[in-house]
């Protein structure tokens, strides 16, 4: 392998982190409020709200129910609005981020659901508001279950990642399939498979390490 | 009597009033409408132990829901230190209840949190200052005997010792009433016990009113001075602790107190038992005996008043309330003459009896 290709994959690594850490980041800032109010806005629930509570969770449903790759395509308008192009590596953080927001407001309204509602109670008891109740009991004791979902959100969005490369997107994916697919080097396609496995095993560990540690409930005495 | 009649107008010693209390659920799509209390009067005297006793679904966790606005009631009103909690808006009943503690079956403590960090929760909520919450979680967690677990985590503790952390935590903004929400149930007798004696403690050293719910006659029996017994969403009996375990005037009553060690007959007497006496057969009863009957040697006398031979059966002393209370099971001839000489003789030492079958 000559030194220009390992360069490029260099360069399409960091691309891909870019990428990753970028849509992973706003997706989660917005992902995740819609994730709170999801899990706390049904009936009876802290901010009782369950009409808008419904179309909420009808509007992630169908953008989490449209195939990543579509989605890619069908946002260009938009992704070009905001960029103004619809090819490389910033083009890509649009599908990227918008397909994030569904992902985690899900995983994050599952993490809040699994709390239990003991705890709502007792701190409702003591007079806390329902803001407080979100920042004190619910975030708090979801941590471990919040941390494991930004982590499977990280690791998702390598993989989408990797796809938008297929329509020119930038990063791993695309060198891949440029020079391993169209260009027959099985060996940059190689190279490409094996950094992703990488960047997934280090995501992953760094992810339930830190869960683990923030998990104070399956501790031994 | 603290648990007073029918009417009940609020008195100054009175730290909570139930007037004529309602909770009703409507139907909805799964279940169908329910009335939970019926009409549910009560008062809760400042300062006592006052339990709340009943099955499940008997209506008791709804019951102690309203004392701090976490159900609303459907009619009547619930008075806490003269406040009508029903009137409160949500600001109002956030501050009532920070100034009402509350304790639960299953401890409701933040895995995520210490032992500290739990006890100073309902203090971070009330906008306290960090050096003032360390002076104030410090002697609560002296009180109930934990002050080495400050850092440890709920997941480390035991079953009593979640259910001590949480007292302390129900204890931190010191309110005037604690609610305790089947707060034993979910621990060993042992371990019961020992709670229950923090309670009574804390009512006795703070002057703290407390209001708790509960299955178990044996929590009613050993912290308090003052009971109801509620069935199917309507108060059945109540009074004195003493009095409604030594009178019980409902069947629900009864069924409850039958469950309490000492008052069971053995199997083989239990099977043997039959509703009418046969000629030659013997009478079955429970004598229970209190205040001075309980000092007096009543076996001999009453071997002596019957003539007759007399069988224990089964027997306890025990004391509810505080006060002294014998309960003893005894047998002796079904003949119109002996039963006679013996009822007389519990007439005249104003023992209360219960003739339970006879037995060849």
């Known amino acids: 392998m000559s030194p220009d290709i390992l360069l490029r994959i260099a360069g399409a690594t960091v691309d891909t982190i870019y990428m990753v850490a970028i849509a992973g980041l706003i997706g989660s800032l917005i992902g995740g409020p819609i994730g709170i109010f999801l899990a706390t806005s049904g009936k009876g629930e802290l901010f009782p709200a369950p009409t808008i509570n419904r179309i909420v969770g009808l509007i992630v449903n169908a953008t989490r129910s449209t195939p990543f790759i579509i989605l890619v395509v069908a946002i260009i308008p938009f992704t070009r609005l905001l960029t103004g192009t619809s090819i490389g590596t910033k083009a890509a953080i649009v599908p990227l981020t918008i397909a ?42 979801a941590r471990p279950a919040l941390t494991l979902a930004l982590t499977m959100t990280a690791v998702s969005l390598i993989g989408y990642s990797a796809m938008v490369g297929a329509v020119g997107g930038g990063g791993l994916g695309d060198l891949g399939i440029r020079y391993g697919y169209q260009r027959f080097m099985p060996d940059v396609m190689l190279v490409v498979v094996v950094v992703l496995i990488v960047l997934v095993q280090l995501v992953q560990s760094a992810g339930d390490g830190l869960a683990r540690r923030f998990d104070k409930k399956n501790r031994k005495t | 009597m603290s648990v007073s009649a029918q009417n009940t107008t609020p008195s100054a010693d009175a730290a909570v009033v139930f007037d004529g209390v309602s909770k009703h659920f409507p139907a909805s799509g799964t279940s169908d409408a329910f009335t939970a209390l019926d009409k549910v009067s009560l008062t809760v005297d400042r300062g006592s132990i006052t339990g709340i006793i009943g099955r499940s679904g008997a209506g008791k966790s709804t019951l102690i829901r309203l004392v701090n606005g976490l159900e609303k009631p459907t009619g009547g009103k619930v008075l806490v230190d003269g406040v009508d909690v029903g009137g409160l808006d949500e600001a109002a009943l956030r501050s009532l209840r920070r100034s009402v503690g509350m304790i639960f079956q299953h401890f409701n403590l933040l895995s995520s949190r210490t032992v500290f960090g739990n006890v100073a929760l309902p203090l971070e909520i009330s906008g306290m200052d960090k050096r003032a919450i360390e002076q104030r979680v410090r002697p609560l967690l002296d009180l109930v005997g934990l002050a080495d677990k400050h850092g440890r985590y709920p997941a480390e503790l035991s079953g009593g010792q979640k259910q001590r952390i949480g ?194």
């Open chain 2, 167 to 360: 007292i302390a935590r129900a204890l931190a903004t010191e309110p005037k009433l604690l609610l305790s929400d089947e707060a034993t149930s979910a621990l060993d007798p042992e371990t019961t016990q020992s709670i229950l004696e923090l309670l009574k403690r804390i009512n006795a050293d703070l002057g703290l009113t407390v209001l708790l719910i509960t299955h178990e006659m044996e929590v009613v029996k050993a912290v308090t001075s003052d009971v109801a017994v509620i069935d199917h969403g309507r108060i059945v009996e109540r009074g004195h602790t003493f009095d409604v375990f030594t009178h019980p005037k409902h069947e629900t009553t009864r069924a409850l107190l039958s469950g309490l060690p000492g008052s069971k007959l053995p199997d083989a007497v239990a099977r043997a038992l039959k509703p009418a006496p046969a000629a030659g057969d013997r009478a079955v009863v429970r004598l229970t005996f209190f205040g001075a009957a309980a000092e007096k040697p009543l076996i001999s006398q009453l071997i002596k008043s019957v003539g007759a031979e007399v069988n224990i059966i089964a027997g306890t002393i025990d004391e509810i309330g505080g006060a002294p209370y014998g309960s003893l099971v005894v047998a002796y001839g079904a003949d119109p003459e002996t039963s006679g000489r013996a009822e007389r003789f519990f007439v005249e030492n104003g023992l209360v009896t219960e003739v339970l079958g006879y037995v060849a």
């Open chain 1, 100 to 141: 994030t927001i569904p992902f985690v407001a899900r995983l994050v309204e599952a993490a809040i659901r699994e709390i239990d509602k003991g705890l709502i109670e007792a701190a409702r008891a003591m007079g806390a508001t329902p803001m407080q109740i979100v920042f004190k009991v619910l975030l708090a004791e």
